[in-house]
């Protein structure tokens, strides 16, 4: 199984960027799919969390601006990103859990991360 994100890099403030996660090596059909962050000397926090029904999970700081959403047939995960601000650079991973995204600790599956750098 493997989780490969891409779409990260350099951009101003008020920018946008759009990452993608691709999914491989089973269906994550019934799965809880999404993206954490994790700053420098900072704890890896859920930003967005999407199961293919019902109501999608956001961070209070990213909502109104991120939008998460999958493609069933792709098996993939994406997250657009607008009105970036410079707190929202960290390191981007994506995961995938038969439960929950609540607790890093316990996430099934993680991809390698892409990161995301926010200029002033």
């Known amino acids: 199984v493997q989780l490969q994100a891409s779409g990260g890099g350099l951009v101003q403030a008020g920018g946008s960027l759009r990452l993608s996660c691709s999914a491989s090596g089973r269906t994550f059909s019934s799965y809880v799919m999404g993206w954490f962050r994790q700053a420098p000397d900072k704890e890896r926090e859920v930003v967005a969390a999407?199961?293919?029904?019902?109501?999608?999970y956001y961070l209070h700081s990213v909502k109104g601006r991120f939008i998460i959403s999958r493609d069933s047939a792709k098996n993939t995960v994406y997250l657009q990103m607008n009105s970036l601000k410079p707190e929202d650079t960290a390191v981007y991973y994506c995961a995938a859990d038969s439960y929950t995204l609540s607790n890093p600790n316990d996430v099934n599956y993680w991809g390698r991360g892409t990161q995301v750098t926010v200029s002033s």
């Open positions: 999407a199961r293919l029904s019902g109501s999608p």
